[in-house]
């Protein structure tokens, strides 16, 4: 499905609170942490995304444009301020013209990231987009991402926090950085990944390395193939369910890693298909 087929004729007013770096000042990309308050009718769910638009006509002559950004918190049904409060995790990109070599940033990601405190700008959605925490207690997570593919995760966490703190079900997150810069999220240990759950529910695998493998990080692969037996025992229950978030290459490292502890890759393929077809496997990945 392609951006200009998702519809955006319900559209809000979102004001922005805050916007914080969470990547140091030398970083090669900045992440930002930005904080929005949309209008009183906005209604989402922990794991959808929304798409900010901008009035700027594309290539194709749209008048807008427009990009998919994941929700990075789960809704505050205890909040008594007006508004609904939505986080995003927004990394500045930019990109290379193959034809004249010059590089040129992305108006979407810099548009987001330049904002200040009281802009307004127009969302629309929110959308579905593949990412829906179960409602069950008894479903199994396994998540794995990198860099802001953090973001739906940390929404995950949110609602579980909130909605089931005293769930049985089992939550594993793989989760690799290039460099510790892009451990997004993974930085505050006195609010974050480690204080949600206890050790026998929840894992949590934040990994810095700044070695990388045809440009997925090193230590990602190295601990999915450490632990590439208790994500295949996992998968195997039918309460399981797989998210998979961030680089597209980090496709092929799970394909690799899932079908050796599988026995085989058509054991594995075979099992992908039917947590697919059961509505039970997720992934957002970009380029």
Known sequence: MHLRDYDISQRYTATVRSSEPITAEDAEAEVRHIVMRVDDDFRFKA??????????????????????????????????????????????????????????????????????????????????????????????????????????????????????????????????????????????????????????????FQILSAATHAGVPASLESVLEDNAGDAWELIQDPNTHVYVAGLSKIARVLDDTLGSAAGSDEVWQTTKRALMAQKRWSELLYD
């Open 47 to 204: 794991g959808q995304s929304i798409g900010v638009l901008l009035e700027e006509p594309d290539d194709f002559g749209n008048p807008y444009r427009m990009r998919l950004y994941s929700i990075a918190n789960a809704p505050n049904p205890k909040s008594v301020e007006a508004g609904v409060e939505i986080e995003l995790c927004v990394r500045r990109c930019s990109y290379l013209d193959p034809v004249s070599g010059e590089r040129y940033p992305g108006m979407l990601s810099n548009y987001l990231c330049d904002a200040s405190s009281g802009d307004t700008l127009t969302l629309t959605g929110p959308y579905g987009r593949n990412f829906q925490a179960p409602e069950s207690p008894e479903a199994n997570l396994l998540m794995i991402g990198t860099g802001t593919g953090m973001a739906p995760f940390r929404a995950f966490l949110h609602y579980l926090l909130d909605a089931q703190p005293e769930r049985p079900g089992q939550v594993r997150l793989f989760y690799g950085a290039e460099t510790g810069l892009e451990r997004s999220y993974g930085n505050v240990p006195e609010t974050d990944l480690g204080q949600y759950y206890e050790e026998r529910t929840f894992k949590a």
